[in-house]
């Protein structure tokens, strides 16, 4: 069993910042990419940034210099900090890990967490 979690979301306003964290745990091990994609109502589920194990990382074209992807390999945690936040990045965001629990490398996928945010 994998368990992926996501927290830090909230309603936040304009130009303010929120940092969401997400936790694997479990019987996973070699996890290899992070990252943390959105979906909007409407919209199709878009990679906003993601991680590698090495700490190679790329963002959407819409968030690059405003949001900031982390992560600590022991504790298998990533996070992303997002500064200046716009009403456009209001999303439902998701927190993805790619990992082995013993074969194939996977993708698993927490609940997601919403984030709003006002004008």
């Known amino acids: 069993q994998v368990q992926v979690v996501e927290s830090g979301g909230g309603l936040v306003q304009a130009g303010g910042s929120l940092r969401l964290s997400c936790a694997a745990s479990?019987?996973?091990?070699?996890?290899?990419?992070m990252g943390w994609y959105r979906q909007a109502p409407g919209k199709q589920r878009e990679l906003v940034a993601r991680?590698?194990?090495?700490?190679?990382?790329n963002y959407v074209d819409s968030v690059e210099g405003r949001f900031t992807i982390s992560r600590d390999n022991a504790k298998n945690t990533v996070y992303l900090q997002m500064n200046s936040l716009k009403p456009e990045d209001t999303a439902v965001y998701y927190c993805?890990?790619?990992?082995?629990?013993?074969?194939?490398?996977?993708?698993?996928w927490g609940q997601g967490t919403q984030v709003t945010v006002s004008s």
């Open positions: 993805n890990v790619v990992g082995s629990t013993g074969r194939a490398m996977k993708n698993y």
């Open positions: 991680i590698t194990r090495s700490g190679s990382t």
């Open positions: 479990g019987s996973i091990f070699n996890i290899d990419a």
